[in-house]
């Protein structure tokens, strides 16, 4: 298949996903070659192919609409959105932006992560000391899977405020959450298989599999967290090997699934015996009083595979995750030890300390409310200095911020004059395999609120403004 | 392929890499049928099958043989020693000896990994502390990929010691040399290809070959390592996609590859342009004043990746290696990036502190020396007190023994009743893809030499001939 074809074939299957619906305007030509990273020319002549196959229509001096009714009689369009798998290639985009990010000095709104500032560093430090004293020999002594016992009792235990009874048995110890994300694909897929996601999804998720060679399938998501019967039609319609989703909190949404749709999701994937593997990183970052349950809490039968961590909430450089596989618990611990073996011990067993000294929930609390009150002044920030048609989420946990800025926005262009300015973001087309959301930025508020936030957020919304100001004297 | 079928082709792949010869007698009904974890019929048919092809012959009260005139005469029979690729299956045994292997007070002569008594656990401890006092936001913090440069820095001066002139850009850290292996094995190969290794090789690597669906192939060596005829002509016949192996003090053998042929594998492998994965984990335990040189010194053109680590020399329960990976760099830290993401901070810094102290040789020195004294005493005990045909390894470095008892002996058996009298030992036949080695075992000797030790490898000896004489008297 020839460049433009393939690009066709990707922005026919968003049409296929109702990415964009029938009347929609598709990505300009130099914003869709910008994110693809090919020659204008190439777009146009997909573009073109794409409009004598009656996918697309040209309108002067507007640009390409998805065309009403060659769509709605195209024989390969079922009824109700479902999606077509694609190949990721995210990968090198994400890294790009990670190393442009690693300079001193920037006013960080980019990376999930919340800032030192906001995490018990005295009282974790404490923890390693008495994990040093406890077990002088910690740094000698392999860490077999799946973990140092004393941590997985801990893990176990926070369980029950997601409503999940787990024995520390059940519970496989990583190096962070992404080797957990990337166990529990290995256990469940092959290279090659479909892989259903959230749109849009964690870019994290996105480079497993593209990593492990897996296809993704976007499935349409609401403020509830994933569509079922987006879902359900997709379930039909492709071999998918298995489903991943942030349940709580998601990145970049800030979506929550209502229990509901969790219990209906879990027996949905029960009844086609596929995979859930859940991501609850952000669970408990909850801006209420209450943690919401887990997917995980309504699987009787071991099909979900239940990440998380301790990365987005205590100690990013600890780098400790965990898995509770289900019913894979056997294949995701021989490739937990034909991959890394063992997670560091030291860093578990000061974690373990840290848990078993009660001190997380009280600073669960203080992050929960510096998280909630960074959002609010945010949010009231981007409404006033942002373009007028600027949408923006509204989470009820985590301090993930999702704008949707105006269709003719260019968030990575975008991404680059804030970075000039001293300012880090992540742009939306990190969150899609299929080039979506390229309007859309992702801000994480996970740091201690002042002047200097508000100065960077302002003068985001300036450059976003100076965007639609130049896109309107160019018409 | 039925399963006696398949079992009759890894018997021929074994029969045509040379590890069983003409004349040969190959394993017993009952070990094959133990070692593969298939019933004795299946065994029977499978020698039946060989048998009636002219690969094997059935010697009355004796046993089957390799047959002289059938092989000889095959025409799929290369002349010199070549290889057949075989698919990989030995984690599920390696994890269950591992496994059987934690728990408290046995005589650990099973993993190749140093007791926390010969470790320089204080001093770490120190180094710990210091790094926590110099970046008391080091928890806080990813260390993104490729690493800590304050490790890299030290990593890349002592790169010198082994003919090497790295830069601290060269370096990429891992989470132990296990994630090295697994990085540089998917940076140069997709499932399905074929990896030349060593016989017998690590079962580390054996490990990392079969989670990612490649294919082994077992190259005959010596005790200079890899034989560089055999792997030429198994070069010319099959697609190998890359090289494995330990140069320096390999793992079981402890043989050591000399510079010349060091220098001609590189240069062979650059002809070829195949990349060479060298494991070099142990060449900081030379036995003698000089630490030998890499193959990696002798690449020009950055077809060596070059892994190595701490976890044999320093701290185990750190999980540092790290992996220079030559031409490799973009797609090794790629892979980094979408499978772990990041290594733990502070284990990076407090050895990045240890090292700059300058107490690393002093302890190499201290650890060196015990290493040579314990494999002498080993050697001197094990001629002494196992069975008398039994070949002993005679490595000049690290803390290995590689032991060849009487063929009639079967070291699944001997390990399973070792591990009843409280000792573990590593059995041979992890260290090969066909099941070779069902004669061997390795002792591992990073321990402190006491009255225990001796007592453990005489009942070894015991156990050993125990199974000698009891063979006999069946006959």
Redesign the interface.
Known sequence: MNLYQNLAERLKASIQQGIYSPGDKVPSVRRFAAQQQVSQSSVVSAFRLLESEGWLEARPQSGFFVNVSGVASSPSQPSGETSAPCTVRV??L??RL??AT?RENLVSLG?A????AL?P?KD??EA??RA?RRS??????????PGEVALRVQIARRGVEAGCAFSPDDIQVT??C??AI?LAL?AVTQ?GDIVAIESPAFF?TL??I??L?LQALEVPSDANGLRLEALSLALERWPIKAVMAVTNFSNPTGSLMPDARKRELVKLLRKHEIPLIEDDIYGDLAHGRERPRAAKAYDLDGYVLYCGSF?KTL??????GWLAPGRWKAAV???K???????????QLALAEYLASGRYERHLTRLRSTARSNLQQAQALVARTFPHATQISSPTGGYLLWLQLPEDCDAMRLQQSALAAGISISPGSLFSPNGKYANCIRLSVALPWDAQVEDAIKRLGKLAMDQVAAVASRR
Chains 1, 2 share one sequence.
Do not use: W
């Not at 030890?337 to 860093?347: K, V």
């Open positions: 990968s090198d994400v890294i990670y190393q690693q990376a992560v919340p800032k030192h995490l560093l974790l430090r390693m000391a040093l002088p020999d910690a740094g000698s002594r392999y860490s077999f899977p190096s962070g992404q080797e990337n290995r290279a994290g480079q497993a593209e990593s060679g990365s100690a990013p450089g600890y780098r400790i611990e021989r490739f030890y034909d991959s890394t073996f063992a997670t560091a011990t030291l860093p």
